[in-house]
Every structure is written in C-alpha cells, then in structure tokens.
C-alpha cells in the first residue's frame, strides 16, 4: 500500500471518528498522522456547522492545529471528566491490546486516556494484527541513569534502541524526557511485560495500552469498519 492510499484510508477513519463528537463534549485529542485527518474534520464542522466542543490535547502538535481552527483547548487539570478520547495506535490486536508512542506522545497519550468515560483508535488496516509487537515498543524514560536502564534492558533480551533524530541527538518528549524502543517482534505476554517496564526506576511509562480502548475505527478500502471490544 501507498502512502497516498494509505493516507485515504486514515482520513476515512478520521473523519468517521469526528462524527463521535458531538455540542458540549469534552474530547481528549490523541497524536499522529491520522489524528491530524480527525481534527481537520473538527475544524471544519467547527466553521462550517457551529459544532461546539472542548479539547484536551495529548501534545502540543495537536494542540498547536486544534487552536488553529479556533477549537478552544484547556489543561486537562481545568477539566472534571472528559466524555471520549480520540487517538490513534501503531499496533492493535485481536484482544485490543495495542502500541503507542510512535510519535513519542505515550505519557501524554495515557494520562489522557485513563481519565477518559470511552476510548477510541483510529487507525488504518495496515495497523491491526494478530500479536503487537512487531512495531518496536516505547518507552519513556528520564535521561538521567538512562544508559543503566538500557543496559538492563539488554540483559533482558529487549533489543533496546534510544531513539534519535535527523541530527544523531536523543528525540524529547513533551516531558523533555527520552523514549527508548525494544524491538521485541512479538509480545506473546503483555501484561508481564507492562509489569516489567513500569516498575524499572527510571522509567516514567511504556507504550503498552492494554485493554484501554473501547472501539477500534479501521480505514478499509470498503469504508470505515468499527471494532467494539467486548470486555469493556
């Protein structure tokens, strides 16, 4: 697949998932390149049809577009419960665990998650699969200390990588922290791993968002299909 057909079909999915905002709402507004699709869609039903919402962001790329648009963002502190979160995955399998933090927004990602009353993904079908893992799994991890961490990492067998830029410099999170991948090719235990991960000092949070989402939009060259998870 294409990145032009590629594209169509996170549009699709985002424009799909739009339709689940609706006047005075409260939307966690994920990261990444379908969610840019979502909130142009926003944007445009803010213009065009009056829709009124509020935004919580889960980076300031997003929030730098949503208030382009004149979508009025706040601080997920000013807000007492947020209705629907809209974000998308780089990984999501058959028991809707998935992977995010591809763009490096994971800490941000989940906080705004887990206050979340309903999670949705959007994402195209190149991301759903049978066993996460194939996508390498970040992890978000303060600079001090953070080449012991690797080191146990290893020891481990987690194939860790610090992410880098153009430039050869350690990429930063909105937390100025560094993200780490583990190129783990399948993940057969999750939940084990999430322990793991977590309770390494010096890890701030991991990527595995596990039984988190409620529905998974999929752009599908037949058109948006919805997958509900029925454990939630």
Known sequence: MDKAQQDALKKAAGIEAAKLIQDGMIAGLGTGSTVRFLVDELGRRVQEEGLKFT?????R?????????????????????????IDGAD????????IKGGGAALLWEKIVAINSNKVVWIVDQSKVV???GKFPLPVEVIPFGNGQVIRKFEAKGYKP????DAAGKPVLTDENDYVVDLH???IDHPQELAEDLIHTVGVVEH????????????????????????NK
């Open 55 to 59: 935004g919580v962001t889960t980076s």
């Open 91 to 98: 990984e999501v399998d058959k028991n809707f665990n998935g």
């Open 184 to 186: 783990l090719e399948r």
């Open 161 to 164: 990588t610090l992410r880098l």
């Open 207 to 230: 990527g595995l968002f596990l039984n988190m989402v409620d529905q998974v939009i999929v752009g599908d060259p037949a058109g948006p299909r919805t997958l509900i998870n029925p």
């Open 130 to 132: 049978d066993t996460i």
């Open 61 to 85: 790329r997003t929030q730098e577009q949503a208030e382009g648009y004149g979508i009025k963002i706040v601080n997920i502190d000013d807000v007492d419960h947020i209705d629907i979160t």
